[in-house]
Nanobody, 121 residues
Framework: QVQVVESGGGLVQAGKSLRLSCVIS????????AGWYRQPPGTERELVAA???????NYADSVKGRFTISRDNAKDTVYLQMNSLKPEDTAVYYC???????????????WGQGTQVTVSS
């Protein structure tokens, strides 16, 4: 079965950077897309960024130009580089394995435990 393990969260000041990592095991990582979601306190989970098997990416408008998603197929790992962090980026961040249908990403793996990102002003 698919296992998802996120890491790299922490407490940072506004304007700083963090890089999140996610190892996805239990399936052929190279043939699936992957995505990062986040869930701020008291709100629903939202898609932040996704990357397909060929490296094509898409981003939520709120993070365009600041966040970069990438993948290392040799390590079964997807990354989220987060620059110029803002207090509103504070959330639990989750990654998933999934697929693209057209331009839309759909997760089809279990959720990991998430990693907390807190940005202080």
């Amino acid at each position: 079965q698919v296992q998802v393990v996120e890491s790299g969260g922490g407490l940072v000041q506004a304007g700083k950077s963090l890089r999140l990592s996610c190892v996805i095991s239990g399936r052929d990582f190279t043939i699936y897309a992957a995505g990062w979601y986040r869930q701020p306190p008291g709100t629903e989970r939202e898609l932040v960024a996704a990357i397909d098997r060929n490296g094509r990416t898409n981003y939520a408008d709120s993070v365009k130009g600041r966040f970069t998603i990438s993948r290392d197929n040799a390590k079964d790992t997807v990354y989220l580089q987060m620059n110029s962090l803002k207090p509103e980026d504070t959330a639990v961040y989750y990654c998933t394995s999934g697929t693209f249908i057209g331009v839309n990403y759909y997760p089809n793996s279990r959720w990991g435990q998430g990693t907390q990102v807190t940005v202080s002003s």
